[in-house]
């Protein structure tokens, strides 16, 4: 921006003026009272007010709610030397409110009594980037800790798939298959796991599934987990169709669902009831659906 000086505007106190009314930042000029004198352009689009109802204002009246500034203000005018204060909250006119960073310099005059400049600027979009930056780093520290975890995961899944189906084929009793079999789909399933964490995030694969075959599938699970203490109970609606889901996800969500109730019920077991139940025009977020699965995880603690 060009700044075209008048002919008759070329004294050092005009320049002043004009470079102080072309600030950026807000600049207010108060007494020893701390009664303000004036105030800048600038400053009169931050605070909201005009300069014809601002000056002759209290320091208080301007800055209500911000006792910070007030104070810093105070000491400059004991000590005679400047002082800041770093990301006030201030409450705008307009009910808004902003963040600021606040210097006061004291300016003595031989000729008069001293006055204080206040310099507020307005650092709401700095710190949402310094925000935002430290946000990115933190997010690169944590996925560079999950993907050397996801790496040392891969390793003993393999082996573990290995084994299983090794160990299915030794077994002489067909029976004993589905434990194996059970063994062979979890690592799979973790093994999809893993590749998403390692890699960018993917969106759900939406097929039909039947709700009944996860839920047994996660039981089995349960089983093989607790070593019978929890006994699982079924309360099964029929009528429920296929729905249209995330395999590897809906098996997981579940489970997250089923370790919870297991933590709540302690060493001593209990019991989980699955429940499933059809509901009609249901919400989900701001889209009505007009049929949705209900599902219930419920363990018999008390409470």
Do not use: W
Request: glycine letters at 6%; hydrophobic letters at 45%.
């Amino acid at each position: 921006m060009q700044i075209r000086l008048p002919m008759d505007a070329r004294t050092t106190s005009s320049v002043a003026t004009l470079v102080v009314e072309n600030q950026s930042a807000a600049v207010l000029l108060f007494n020893s009272k701390l009664t303000l004198m004036y105030l800048n352009p600038a400053a009169e689009a931050l605070l909201g007010v005009s300069e014809r109802h601002a000056i002759g204002l209290s320091v208080d009246a301007i800055f209500a709610d911000m006792s910070e500034a007030e104070d810093c203000m105070t000491r400059s005018l004991s000590h005679d030397q400047p002082f800041a204060e770093r990301e006030l909250e201030m409450h705008r006119a307009d009910g808004s409110t902003i963040t600021v960073d606040c210097t006061v310099t004291p300016l003595i005059d031989t000729d008069g009594p001293r006055s204080l400049l206040v310099e507020l600027v307005q650092v709401d979009r700095h710190l949402r980037i310094n925000r935002e930056e430290a946000l990115l780093a933190q997010e690169k520290v944590s996925r560079a800790l999950v993907r050397g975890m996801a790496h040392e995961i891969k390793n003993p899944l393999g082996g573990l798939r290995g084994a299983a189906q090794l160990l299915q084929k030794e077994l002489a009793d067909p029976s004993l298959h589905e434990y194996t079999q059970v063994i062979i789909a979890e690592a799979d399933r973790l093994q999809t796991l893993v590749n998403r964490m390692l890699g960018p995030k993917n969106e759900p694969r939406f097929a039909d599934v039947n709700i009944f075959e996860i839920l047994e599938h996660v039981i089995k699970l349960v089983a093989a987990e607790t070593g019978g203490r929890v006994e699982v109970r079924r309360d099964y609606d029929p009528s429920i169709p296929e729905l249209p889901a995330d395999r590897g996800m809906l098996i997981q969500a579940i489970l997250n669902l089923v370790r919870n109730a297991i933590e709540a019920l302690g060493i001593g077991g209990g019991s989980i009831t699955f429940r499933t139940r059809a509901q009609r025009q249901f919400t989900i977020g701001s889209r009505r659906h007009r049929l949705v699965l209900r599902l219930d995880v419920i363990d018999d603690v008390p409470g």
